[in-house]
């Protein structure tokens, strides 16, 4: 897909992050937006900036860990714009997990597994039909992370584990689109190469309130990419961080190639993912890069 004109793309998550830069990014391209979120107040922002722009667009509550939202999102896109082109499962939440994992909250569990895995499920069965019963070229994009499906980083289990789910399903959503020789490309998303700029620290702004804690922020103490640099500055650490808008600009260029791997690492990270995979190969036992407090 290299004309974005006039393209339909639906963005869940986009009223932030990744997700509000994809949907500028590609608004400017041409395409018409289709902004899903939980978050009513960046929602309600990001929609005054689109059309601010000229941007065709439109946004809408969506809460990716029910299915019956994704599908009203879905009909609402194709009502207001009449198809749909592109879709990205993007929303995705951190639990701020920290310590023992088996002290952590089961709602913290519940809510990053609802979010982050039940969320990509969920996308794929509200806009995969829809995509093929189109019959024309498509493309739903997952949005990963490398922690989880390429390194396990041992500070962070829950949110690892959905990603290295999400990543699995991701993978095998493309073999089946492939064996079925179906109009609809696969990609799989990967914010970085490094910590990318977003609210993901601050993810609490928007937990249901069934799933709330008696305790307010982050176990791990770190709310904000800012609180991430303080921390690493401690240890004499200067933090390499990525804006979202450059991910976006990875992302569509790598749609333009129909790639799959949307990713771009350092030669640090490199380094890891070969360790990992040679540590695998010779049934090494794992030693892990780092473990917090």
């Not at 500028?24 to 902004?35: D, E, S, T």
């Not at 714009?81 to 929303?91: K, R, T």
């Not at 791997?261 to 540590?279: F, G, V």
Request: proline share 4%; aromatic share 6%; net charge negative.
């Amino acid at each position: 897909m290299k004309d974005f004109t006039g393209k339909v793309a639906v963005i869940t998550g986009g009223a932030s992050g990744v997700g509000r830069s994809l949907a500028f990014a590609l608004g400017r391209r041409g395409a018409k937006i289709v902004v899903g979120d939980v978050d009513t107040a960046a929602m309600e922002q990001v929609g005054k900036e689109l059309e601010a722009e000229g941007i065709a667009a439109m946004v809408a509550h969506c809460d990716v860990t029910q299915l019956d939202s994704q599908n009203a999102l879905a009909d609402a896109a194709q009502e207001a714009f009449g198809g749909i082109h592109l879709v990205f499962a993007n929303a995705g939440i951190g639990a701020g997990e920290s310590g023992a994992m088996w002290d952590y909250s089961e709602k913290d569990w519940q809510w990053c597994l609802n979010v982050n895995l039940w969320g990509v499920i969920n996308a794929i069965r509200a806009f995969m039909p829809r995509l093929v019963a189109q019959g024309e070229p498509a493309h739903f994009v997952v949005t990963g992370s490398g922690n989880g499906a390429l390194l396990v980083y041992p500070d962070q289990p829950i949110y690892t584990a959905t990603k290295a789910a999400v990543h699995t399903i991701t993978e095998n959503l493309h073999y089946q689109v492939q064996a079925g020789q179906l109009p609809v490309a696969v990609s799989a998303l990967f914010p970085g190469p490094h910590i990318v700029d977003t609210g993901l620290f601050n993810s609490g702004r928007v937990r249901p309130e069934a799933l709330q804690k008696e305790s307010s922020g982050n176990a791990s103490g770190i709310n904000s990419v800012d609180d991430m640099k303080r921390m690493a500055a401690e240890y004499g650490i200067e933090l390499q961080t990525t804006h979202p808008d450059e991910v976006a600009a990875m992302a569509i260029a790598g749609l333009e190639k129909d790639a799959f791997w949307l990713l771009e690492t350092t030669p640090e990270t490199d380094a890891k993912i070969r360790a990992r995979c040679e540590m695998i190969m010779n049934r090494s036992t794992p030693v892990p890069d780092q473990v917090g407090g």
